[in-house]
């Protein structure tokens, strides 16, 4: 069974920073993707950043040079690193993993999702 279970979310003044973790368990696939959505309240979720198993990665231009997406293979361990944290990054953040490793940030293909973590960047 597959588990995703993030943690490091709380809250930062604009300007701070983050690192947001996710600890996979029971993926048997030899090349996936996985990723970091998030969520507004209200809006639907939309993709953040995300990497494969062939090290590509991908991300959202609202953060592109601020966040940084990584996964330790030995720890199954996917990170988050974000920085220059402004009020607009505040939302409930997910990470998802797709068998498809050219999956991009298309929603509909990653289908196993953690429970999520709130980052708040408010002054």
């Known amino acids: 069974q597959v588990q995703l279970v993030e943690s490091g979310g709380g809250s930062v003044q604009p300007g701070g920073s983050l690192r947001l973790s996710c600890a996979t368990s029971?993926?048997?696939?030899?090349?996936?993707?996985v990723g970091w959505f998030r969520q507004y309240p209200g809006k639907e979720r939309e993709g953040v950043a995300s990497?494969?198993?062939?090290?590509?990665?991908d991300y959202a231009d609202s953060v592109k040079g601020r966040f940084t997406i990584s996964h330790d293979n030995a720890k199954n361990t996917l990170y988050l690193q974000m920085n220059s944290l402004k009020p607009e990054d505040t939302a409930m953040y997910y990470c998802?993993?797709?068998?498809?490793?050219?999956?991009?940030?298309?929603?509909?293909?990653?289908?196993?999702w953690g429970q999520g973590t709130q980052v708040t960047v408010s002054s």
């Open positions: 998802a993993a797709s068998p498809w490793v050219c999956a991009g940030m298309a929603k509909f293909r990653f289908g196993y």
């Open positions: 029971g993926y048997t696939y030899n090349d996936y993707r």
């Open positions: 990497i494969g198993t062939d090290d590509s990665t």
